[in-house]
């Protein structure tokens, strides 16, 4: 696109803009910046599909599109759209939705028939052709008694075919080239520069069904046998698999980066491929609003997820103290309807090790007790322990349902490994919370998000159009 195109563009973008401003109101601002109704009218509706079970209201939706605002704004003003791995992410995704309209069929088209015109450019006037061989191998660089009883052999075989034998016959029991053997002695399809040169210019010489004289290549000895020639098929044949072959390769990728690389070119050092993807994104967003919601959506979502991460999730799994404090504060939240067995279920080869087994961990925090296990039991080529370790209930493993909780269950004797034991101890109740770790960690997220989302609705102020609100969806 040259700098006047580009100019033209962005001048007519910026009407666009004023058109649709004046049809798309704003609906909201979030800390000063607008939100038009195109917008919250995409997200509402992507949201409370026929097929979503907690479908909400207009004005229930709200709140939670404020807070969904407020977070992508907290994460602009962390300036998290400015990592880079933010944006090589986002405009992986951004390209991938505006490269597809920069080729169309046409210039797929086009491909399609260059490629078929080198094609028969490459396979000259002679075009195509198919022959069949008999070979007798001599390597150049064999003995001379063993190249003379190859041409000997090579010979002796076309006097018998001069004298009537079949070709295709003679050539399924003597011929050296095993690939063309089985099939009568009969090559693949091919064209001028497939075959050595000593061959190739002894096949197109001879009419279709004539037969050579011995000849030598490279590899040895051939007899051969002109089967038929034939031109390239025409275009309107071949177009729809050389069309398809193109497909499969990537040639619509390979049209869209000559075309940004031509762009970029005439532009005179004026853009970057990235630049000119940028600009063109703007235009194209600008002509189509859904196309817009979607990069918007994408661009936000991004964002949303790296700002939650660092002020919520991987914030609350970290808080060991938190997670503790909180469980504390909450413990009959977390009660258990039925006992729990924290410990292990293990199998070992040696009566020994049952005991073994148990004073190695009996020490340990629980938590350490994989890693002792491993290192103490199965650090060889040797596995000497089968464990299962983990906070049990009942019907959670048939050998703690038979020791701990006096179950009338069958055990099944594990191969090699005949001793079976448990260790650990019954509990009526989480001690602490590393036995109820995940539902601790989601509420005490909830907990920060909350607190955060409060924090964030005072740092920003929220203003909603209650005027437009009531036109959503209510409108042409």
Known sequence: MK????????????TAVQAQTQN??????????????????????????????????IDEYVDLFVNYKLKVQAALDAQLDTLSSFRKEFATYRDQQIRPSLVTDADVEKEARDYYDNLVKQIGPKGLFTCSHILIL???????????????RIDSVYTVITNGADFAEVAKNVSQDPGSAKNGGRLPL?????????????????KDGEIS???????????????GRQDVEPYDTLGPRIVRYLESRGVRDKIVDEKIAAEVAASNGALTAETYMDQLSAEKEAQDPELK????????????????????????AQDEAGLAQYFKQNKKKYKWDAPRFKGISYHVKDAKDVAAVRNCVKKLP???????????????SIIRIRVKKGIFKE????????KIFKKDTTVTEMKDYPFSATYGKKLKAPEDYTDVRGLVTADYQELLEKAWVDELRKKYTVVVNKDVLATVNKHD
């Open 293 to 316: 919601n979607l990069i918007r959506e994408y661009h936000d979502g991004l964002l949303l997820f790296e700002v939650c991460n660092r002020e919520v999730w991987e914030k609350a």
């Open 213 to 227: 004289k011995p000849i030598l290549s490279p590899v040895g000895y051939h007899i051969i046998r002109m089967e």
């Open 24 to 57: 798309d109101p704003v609906i909201m601002t979030i800390n000063g910046q607008p939100v038009t109704r195109s917008e919250f009218e995409y997200s509402y509706n992507k949201n409370n599909t026929d097929g979503v079970i907690d479908k909400k209201s």
């Open 190 to 206: 091919a064209t001028k520069g497939y075959f050595f040169k000593e061959f190739e210019d002894a096949a197109l010489a001879l």
């Open 3 to 14: 700098i006047k195109t580009i100019l033209a563009a962005l001048l007519l973008g910026a």
């Open 395 to 402: 019907g959670d493993d048939a050998l703690v349902d038979n």
């Open 366 to 380: 629980f938590d350490q007790w994989t890693e002792k296990l491993r290192t103490e039991f199965n650090n060889d």
């Open 138 to 152: 001599a390597s150049p660089d064999a003995e001379e008694a063993v190249r003379e009883a190859a041409k000997n």
